[in-house]
C-alpha cells in the first residue's frame, strides 16, 4: 500500500485566502454592527445640534481661558466653525477613541483570545500556515473597522443640510487616517497577544500605549514640552494633524502605514514562534 | 517508504516545566498505535508536536515524511485531528461549523462526510453552546474524518460518546485502518485502545516506558490470583515475594498481582492453609498500573525510564 494510493477527499491542497476572514467577520458581526449603528447615531446627534452652537462665540471664549483642559478631551482651535466642531466631537476623540478599542479588541481576541479559549487549534491544523493565519487576520481587521468608519462619514455629510459644511475629500481623509490608526494598534494587540498568548496583556499593552498617544497628541498643542513628542505618536498623524481642516497628510499617512506594516509583520514572526494549543 | 510518523528524541520543555523527553516513535503505515498515559504525562504534548502546534525544544519529528513546522500546510492537509475537549464557537451551529470546515479544506464530495453525520447521529441545528459534551465530540469526529486523510491524530476522542457510539468510533477506526490509513490513537484508557491498537507506546511523566504490541504485552501481563483463608493472614511476607504485588488485602480474602515465578508464592500460601483460591489470565489493566504507578521507578531500577 503506498501513501498516494489514499488521497484526501480534497479539491486543492490549502486553506482558502479568505475562509478565515469570512469566519471571524461572521464571529463579530455582532459588535461591528453594534460599534458602527452607535457611533453613526452619535455622529448624527452632533452634527444635528451644530446650528444650535454655530452663533455662539462664547464657547470659543471659554476655550481660549483654560485650553489645557479641553486638550485633554482633544479639543483646540475654534469649536463653532465645523471642522473645529468635527474635531471636538468626532474626529479628534470619539471616532478614533472608538476605533482603537474596537480594533485593540479584536486584535487581542483573534489570535491569543481563541488561543486561549481553544477555538483557534482547530484552524491551525487546517492546511494554512501561520503567516496565512495571521495576513487573514490583518484582512479582517481591516474589513471590520470599516462599517463604523463608513456610516460616520456618511452621516457627517448629512451634516450639510445643518449648516456643517466640510470638504469631502477632508472628510475621507480624516477617516482613512482614523482607519490606519485602528490598523496600526489591532496589529500592536495581535502582536502582543500573539508573542505573549495572553489575550488580557494584550489589552492591557496596547490600551496604555494607545492613551499615551493619545494625551501626547492632544496636549501637543498647548503643553510646550509635550509638542516634540507628537513625532512618535500615531493619534497625531492621524487626528492631530488635522486631516479634517488641513486635507491628507502623505507624512502622516506613511508614517501610520509603515507603522502598521512593521507590526504586521512581527506579528507574523511572533506567530511563527508560537506554541498553539 | 518512510513511516507516517517518526520522532527522534523529541523533547519540549515549557521553560522550567516538563513536556516531553526524549520521545521515540515509529507508526506505521496503516497501523492503529494506541498512545497510552495518564493525565498530564505528555500525551496531548506529543500530538502537539505532531500536528506542528508547538516547536520542539530538541529532536525531531517526521509526519508523513515532512516536518510539521517547517511543511505544515502539506502535512496538514493529509491529517485529520481531533483533541480530547473541541471547542466550538458557541453561537454557531454544528450545521455552520462543518461546512466552515468543508470550505476550507476544499472538500471534494460531501458524500462521506454527511454519512458521518448520519452514522453518528450529530447533532446539526443546535448552536454549540448548548450542545453536550458527547454532541460536541460528534461533531469533532465529523470534522476529523471527513476528508479521508491518511493520518488521524486522535486525542481521547471517546470522552463523552455513549458506549454505543463508542463501539460505532472502534468500527469507524477499524474500517479506517483496513484502508491502509493510519490512527494514531492516544487515551489514558486501556480499553478504549485495546481493542483496536495493534501497538500502544505507554508514556509516563513525559517519557515513553514501553513500545510493543497489544499481543505481547498480554504475554507480560501479571496474572490477577486470589487466596481466601480461614482465618486472618498477614499479607507482608507475601508482598516481600518477587513479582508479587498485593492489590487488596482485608485480612481473610487476599489479591494478588502476579508477574515472577508461581511456585515460591504457592508453597509460601500453602502454610497458611487456604481455603479457596482463583487465578485470572493475564491482565492488562493490571500491567498498565504497573507503568502508571509512581514507584515504578523504584521498583524496576532496570526499566528504561532513567534519564
Known amino acids: 500500500m503506498t501513501t498516494s494510493a489514499i488521497a484526501p477527499l480534497t479539491s486543492r491542497r490549502a486553506v482558502g485566502p479568505l475562509d478565515v476572514v469570512r469566519l471571524d467577520l461572521r464571529l463579530r458581526r455582532r459588535a461591528t ?8 447615531l452619535y455622529a448624527l446627534a452632533v452634527v444635528a445640534i451644530y446650528p444650535s452652537f454655530k452663533g455662539d462665540t462664547s464657547i470659543d471664549r471659554l476655550l ?6 479641553y486638550a485633554a478631551f482633544g479639543v483646540s482651535g475654534s469649536l463653532t466653525s465645523p471642522v473645529g466642531w468635527l474635531n471636538a466631537n468626532v474626529f479628534n476623540n470619539f471616532l478614533p477613541v472608538v476605533t482603537v478599542i474596537l480594533a485593540i479588541g479584536y486584535g487581542a481576541w ?13 484552524i491551525a491544523v487546517l492546511p494554512i500556515s501561520r503567516r496565512g493565519v495571521v495576513v487573514q487576520k490583518v484582512v479582517a481587521l481591516a474589513v471590520q473597522l470599516l462599517p463604523t468608519l463608513v456610516l460616520t462619514t456618511i452621516c457627517v455629510l448629512v451634516g ?6 466640510v470638504g469631502i475629500g477632508n472628510l475621507v481623509a480624516a477617516s482613512v487616517a482614523c482607519w490606519l490608526l485602528g490598523l496600526v494598534f489591532g496589529a500592536l ?6 508573542a505573549s498568548g495572553s489575550r488580557g496583556l494584550a489589552i492591557g499593552v496596547s490600551s496604555a500605549v494607545a492613551a499615551a498617544a493619545y494625551l501626547i497628541s492632544s496636549f501637543a498643542a498647548s503643553i510646550d514640552w509635550i509638542r516634540p513628542m507628537r513625532l512618535v505618536s500615531p493619534f497625531y498623524w492621524a487626528a492631530g494633524s488635522n486631516p479634517l481642516g488641513d486635507g491628507i497628510q502623505p507624512g502622516a499617512m506613511t508614517a501610520l502605514i509603515i507603522t502598521a506594516a512593521a507590526l504586521v509583520g512581527v506579528a507574523v514572526t511572533a ?3 508560537a506554541d498553539l494549543h | 517508504m518512510t513511516d507516517p510518523i517518526v520522532t527522534r528524541d523529541l523533547t519540549k520543555t515549557f521553560g522550567r516545566r516538563r513536556g516531553v523527553v526524549g520521545v521515540d516513535l515509529a507508526v506505521n503505515e496503516g497501523e492503529v498505535f494506541g498512545f497510552l498515559g495518564p493525565n498530564g504525562a505528555g500525551k496531548s504534548t506529543t500530538i502537539r508536536l505532531l500536528l506542528g502546534l508547538y516547536r520542539p525544544t530538541a529532536g525531531a519529528v517526521s509526519v508523513l515524511g515532512h516536518r510539521p513546522v517547517v511543511d505544515g500546510v502539506t502535512v496538514r492537509a493529509r491529517i485529520g485531528y481531533l483533541p480530547g475537549e473541541l471547542t466550538l464557537h458557541p453561537r454557531l451551529t454544528g450545521r455552520e461549523h462543518i461546512d466552515w470546515f468543508t470550505r476550507a479544506r476544499g472538500l471534494a464530495s460531501n458524500v462521506y462526510r454527511d454519512e458521518l453525520v448520519e452514522r453518528f447521529g450529530a447533532e446539526l441545528d443546535q448552536p454549540a453552546r448548548a450542545l453536550s459534551k458527547g454532541n460536541r465530540q460528534k461533531i469533532g469526529i465529523v470534522l476529523a474524518f471527513m476528508h479521508r486523510p491518511e493520518l488521524l491524530i486522535l486525542d481521547e476522542p471517546t470522552s463523552g460518546l455513549d458506549p454505543l457510539l463508542q463501539d460505532e468510533f472502534v468500527r469507524l477506526l477499524r474500517e479506517t485502518a483496513a484502508e491502509g490509513r493510519t490512527v494514531f490513537l492516544s487515551s489514558h484508557e486501556l480499553d ?16 515513553i516506558v514501553v513500545v510493543d504490541s497489544v499481543a505481547a504485552l498480554r504475554r507480560s501481563a501479571p496474572r490477577t490470583v486470589e487466596f481466601e483463608f480461614a482465618r486472618a493472614v498477614d499479607s507482608a511476607a507475601i508482598a516481600a515475594l518477587d513479582g508479587v504485588r498485593v492489590l487488596d488485602d482485608d485480612g481473610h480474602r487476599v489479591r494478588l498481582g502476579l508477574s515472577g515465578p508461581l511456585a515460591p508464592l504457592l508453597r509460601l500460601v500453602a502454610e497458611l492453609e487456604p481455603v479457596d483460591m482463583t487465578a485470572r489470565a493475564a491482565d492488562l489493566d493490571e500491567l498498565f498500573l504497573t507503568y502508571y504507578r509512581t514507584d515504578y521507578r523504584t521498583d524496576q531500577p532496570d526499566a528504561e525510564v532513567s534519564a
Do not use: H, M, W
Not at chain 1, 33 to 40: F, K, N, P, S, T
Not at chain 1, 111 to 122: F, M, R, V, Y
Not at chain 1, 189 to 194: K, Q, W
Open chain 1, 160 to 165: 450639510r443640510t445643518f449648516q456643517l459644511n
Open chain 1, 271 to 273: 506567530a511563527n514562534r
Open chain 1, 64 to 69: 481660549q481661558s483654560n485650553p489645557k483642559l
Open chain 1, 110 to 122: 483573534c489570535i491569543a483570545g481563541q488561543d486561549e479559549s481553544g477555538t483557534l487549534a482547530p
Open chain 1, 189 to 194: 494587540a495581535l502582536v502582543v497577544g500573539a
Open chain 2, 192 to 207: 478504549e485502545v485495546q481493542r483496536v491498537a495493534d501497538r500502544v507506546a505507554i508514556i509516563r511523566d513525559g517519557r
Open chain 1, 33 to 40: 454592527i453594534g460599534y458602527a449603528v452607535g457611533l453613526a
